[in-house]
T-cell receptor
């Protein structure tokens, strides 16, 4: 089955602009989480969406937002870009719920979108 | 407070040898999950292995095994018979709370370089 697909792979934006990143999870997965990875801060959790509802949120400013569609595809938006937003943005796909007699062990990542803000 | 600690500096490993990557975690939850991921220079995060807090046996996936010591709060990854393609960053991560929650806390990672 197809893996997690993130588009675009690379982006260059100017300070003050906004950007939208997309993530298509594995078929059947209903949870999509977003992470920001920078050399200084490492991997940081942004938010998680499950069945079109935000279920968890990390400590990021309101400029970072997201949504999830009925087909589980998710988008992340960053408004008023700052230089510090330059990072690799990764999304993770999982079932999002516990299957009886089996733990939710799946959390698969896409290849990421590398955003550069100039 | 740091939830996942990976303190080893970059490691050089001889091909075909085993390597152990240390990971300690901090949680007050009874139910949690521990993950290891590999990130090559291309950037994608590759899922390697999972250990649930209630699992009594250590998880194994091919050449990867997880040495889970619950009382010590450690979840070390062992890679047996290292291959050149194992050169990458390795991240330990933890999911706290009920199953289904997909919020992971990551460590800073371990750099591994496999030399022929």
């Amino acid at each position: 089955k197809a893996g997690v697909t993130q588009t675009p792979r690379y982006l260059i934006k100017t300070r003050g602009q906004q950007v939208t990143l997309s993530c298509s999870p594995i078929s059947g997965h209903r949870s999509v989480s977003w992470y920001q990875q920078t050399p200084g801060q490492g991997l940081q959790f942004l938010f998680e969406y499950f069945s079109e509802t935000q279920r968890n949120k990390g400590n990021f400013p309101g400029r970072f937002s997201g949504r999830q569609f009925s087909n589980s595809r998710s988008e992340m938006n960053v408004s008023t870009l700052e230089l510090g937003d330059s990072a690799l943005y990764l999304c993770a796909s999982s079932l999002g719920f516990q299957i009886p007699d089996r733990e939710n062990t799946e959390a698969f990542f896409g290849q990421g979108t590398r955003l550069t803000v100039v | 407070a740091q939830k996942i600690t990976q303190t080893q500096p970059g490691m050089f490993v001889q091909e075909k040898e085993a390597v152990t990557l240390d990971c300690t975690y901090d949680t007050s939850d009874q139910s949690y999950g521990l993950f290891w991921y590999k990130q090559p220079s291309s950037g994608e995060m590759i899922f390697l292995i999972y250990q649930g807090s209630y699992d009594e046996q250590n998880a194994t996936e091919g050449r990867y095994s997880l040495n889970f010591q619950k009382a010590r709060k450690s979840a070390n990854l062992v890679i047996s018979a290292s291959q050149l393609g194992d050169s990458a960053m390795y991240f330990c991560a933890m999911r706290e709370g009920p199953y289904g929650n997909n919020r992971l806390a990551f460590g800073k990672g371990n750099q591994v370089v496999v030399i022929p």
